[in-house]
């Protein structure tokens, strides 16, 4: 079963509006978790490095006011993307290391978002 | 920047066959995975690569890390339908857990 999981699916919202996606670790603790965006038939670029009780780490071109990251607890890290655009319509993946490993990293199954 | 060159982007075989992707960079990685993603989900860890020259075996498929760590390469044998999907290479930076770098993925499709 899932280890990692991430919600909604996949959602669609109007230009303007705020959208919040949730990534849970479902039988471990993760103080860190990792947000990437992958575009169609495209690979994986990561966007941040969420760190449970301090602020996030975000990859180079990566606005931090359009994509704000919350790492409340150890098993959650939210990632809300402010006043949605339609080019920040993409298919968005949570991850999170498990035994501090490497070898031992699980992925959400994604967010399809789609902003008309 | 490390970067992952992935080749090839797109691979469209018929049942039975045998392919070999490959990844390649300048630089050296800490360690090294291999993931298959199906349309929609998230990737799908297949294995972990670490040691120089290594290679592991998943059923018909190969892995193997170059000796230099810069480099490594997914071979399938005797390819199925059921092995369709886009295969992703990525490395790890140092201990940063999580923060891979990824190559720019092969779309594999097996034709019956």
Redesign the interface.
Request: proline share 4%; hydrophobic share 40%; no cysteine.
């Given at each position: 079963g899932a280890v990692?999981s991430?919600h909604p699916?996949w959602v669609i919202c109007k230009s303007g509006t705020s959208v919040k996606i949730e990534c849970r670790s479902l039988d471990f603790q993760a103080t860190?978790?990792?947000w990437y965006r992958q575009f169609p038939?495209?690979?994986?670029?990561?966007m941040a490095?969420s760190n449970e009780g301090s602020k996030a780490t975000y990859e180079q071109g990566v606005e931090k006011d359009k994509f704000l990251i919350n790492h409340a607890s150890l098993t959650l890290s939210t990632l809300t993307v402010t006043s949605a655009h339609p080019e920040d319509s993409s298919?968005y993946?949570c991850?999170?290391?498990r035994g501090?490993?490497?070898?031992k990293?699980?992925?959400?199954?994604?967010t399809?978002l789609s902003v008309l | 920047t490390q970067l992952l060159e992935?080749s090839p982007q797109f691979l469209s075989i018929q049942e039975g066959e045998n392919l070999t992707v490959y990844c390649n960079s300048s630089s050296v990685f800490s360690?090294l995975?291999w993931?298959r993603q199906e349309p929609?989900?998230?990737?799908?860890?297949l294995v972990?690569v670490?040691t120089g020259g290594e290679v592991k075996k998943l059923k018909r498929l190969t892995f193997q890390f170059g000796d230099a760590r810069k480099d490594s390469s997914l071979h399938i044998t005797a390819a199925q339908p059921g092995d369709t999907g886009?295969y992703?290479c990525?490395g790890?930076r140092g201990t940063s857990?999580?923060?891979?770098?990824?190559?720019?993925?092969t779309?594999l499709t097996v034709h019956p």
């Open positions: 990692v991430q699916s860190t978790m990792f038939k495209q690979s994986l670029m990561l490095t298919f993946i991850s999170a290391p501090g490993s490497n070898e990293l699980f992925f959400g199954s994604g399809q | 992935q360690s995975q993931y929609g989900e998230g990737p799908v860890l972990t670490v886009l992703l990525a790890a857990y999580g923060k891979l770098t990824f190559g720019q993925g779309i």
